[in-house]
């Protein structure tokens, strides 16, 4: 009984995840198939400001259903994918695009991970440099190398 139970359960579970996913998208008819293209890709490159890591192709959330609808009235308006984002990043900012321009704004972001991966280099070779001028912990001093040296070769006499 109690594997049927957990059969159940799992099986209630994958489907509510499933569809706490599912994206209702709305029906949208195209003159060309080109326009349907680029509404997609459109679509897929303007993130949703509710959301911050969804596109607005993805996200289900009132917002983004606003803006699929502003970018398909602007293309069948004849408006280029240049107008569109420039209309959508003047009135959102620039944290609309998933890919953001270089700018004094967003230079850290796009130079951040570059500035991380050189400062843990830098410590890194620091500690290798630090750690490779010193003696060892437990080296032996001349003496104690000498002696030993003798009895490795008394040992391999006998």
Request: hydrophobic share 45%.
């Amino acid at each position: 009984m109690n594997g049927v139970r957990a059969a159940i359960l799992l099986l209630a579970l994958a489907l509510s995840a499933g569809a706490a996913r599912a994206v209702t998208f709305e029906p949208r008819q195209f003159a060309t198939p080109t326009l349907e293209v680029r509404y997609k890709h459109l679509i897929d490159e303007l993130r949703c400001l509710v959301c911050q890591n969804q596109n607005i192709a993805d996200s289900d959330a009132p917002l983004a259903q606003d803006l699929r609808r502003e970018v398909y009235r602007m293309l069948h308006e004849g408006r280029t994918d240049g107008e569109i984002t420039a209309y959508m990043t003047a009135r959102y900012g620039d944290f609309v695009l998933y890919r953001p321009p270089v700018n004094a704004v967003t230079a850290l972001l796009w130079a951040g991970p570059a500035l991380l991966v050189l400062a843990g280099l830098a410590v890194l070779a620091r500690a290798l440099t630090r750690r490779g001028g010193r003696a060892p912990a437990g080296a032996l001093s001349e003496e104690e190398r000498s002696r030993l040296d003798a009895l490795l070769a008394r040992d391999q006499r006998d």
